[in-house]
Structure formats: C-alpha cells, structure tokens
C-alpha cells in the first residue's frame, strides 16, 4: 500500500503561482509514475501533468509553458509548480501513483493505483 498527502493548495488571485507537493509513504520500494489529476465543479478529472521515475514528463496543452512537474525520488516526493494561474485553473488537484503506468497509458486515469484526497486551489480575484 502507498499512502499519498497533498498540500499546498489554497486562494490565489490571476497570474501567481502555487507549488503542489505530495508526499508518499508506505510501501515506497517501487514508486513508479506519478501525476497531477484535476477535478473542477461538473467536469471530469482530467490529468495535469505526468512523470515517470526516469524524469519523463507529459503535461496536458493548457498548462504547458505555465506548470512544471519535478520529483524528488530520496524524498517520495512529486511537485506542481503552477505559474500564471487563471480561473480555469481553480480545481481539486490530486496526487496519483501507479507502478505500471507506461507512456501509452500515462494518461489513463485507470491505470493509476493509489491516490491522495485531494487539495483545492482556487483562483479568482
């Protein structure tokens, strides 16, 4: 079992920046991919961003140029650093791990084994 904690959500106004961490513990020997869900109010979860252990990312085309995605494998940590923030943004972000995800499914939120409970960011001025 991998247990998943999301912080560093919270209220921000158009054009700042948030960083995401998730922290994951347990059964860490063989943490393999990890991504950035979002969920808004009446729409699917739609994935964020991904990366595998080897540092490959994938990132969905409207946060491309705005958010990074970067883990720390010694810590068991991934992060979001999320720039120039928009309304559209505002979500509940989660964390997902899955150890067999591969680049043809990386986007499948299915394919992911174990996720965090989520954190809100909310932008609005």
């Known amino acids: 079992q991998v247990q998943l904690a999301e912080s560093g959500g919270g209220m921000a106004q158009p054009g700042a920046s948030l960083r995401l961490s998730c922290v994951a513990s347990?059964?860490?020997?063989?943490?393999?991919?990890m991504a950035w869900y979002r969920q808004a109010p009446g729409k699917q979860r739609e994935l964020v961003a991904a990366?595998?252990?080897?540092?490959?990312?994938d990132y969905d085309d409207s946060v491309k140029g705005r958010f990074t995605i970067s883990r720390d494998n010694a810590e068991n940590t991934v992060y979001l650093q999320m720039n120039s923030l928009k309304p559209d943004d505002t979500a509940v972000y989660y964390c997902?791990?899955?150890?067999?995800?591969?680049?043809?499914?990386?986007?499948?939120?299915?394919?992911?084994?174990?996720w965090g409970q989520g954190t809100q960011v909310t932008v609005s001025s």
């Open positions: 347990g059964n860490t020997f063989n943490i393999g991919t």
């Open positions: 990366i595998t252990s080897g540092g490959t990312t």
């Open positions: 997902a791990e899955g150890s067999r995800i591969i680049l043809s499914n990386i986007r499948n939120h299915a394919a992911y084994d174990y």
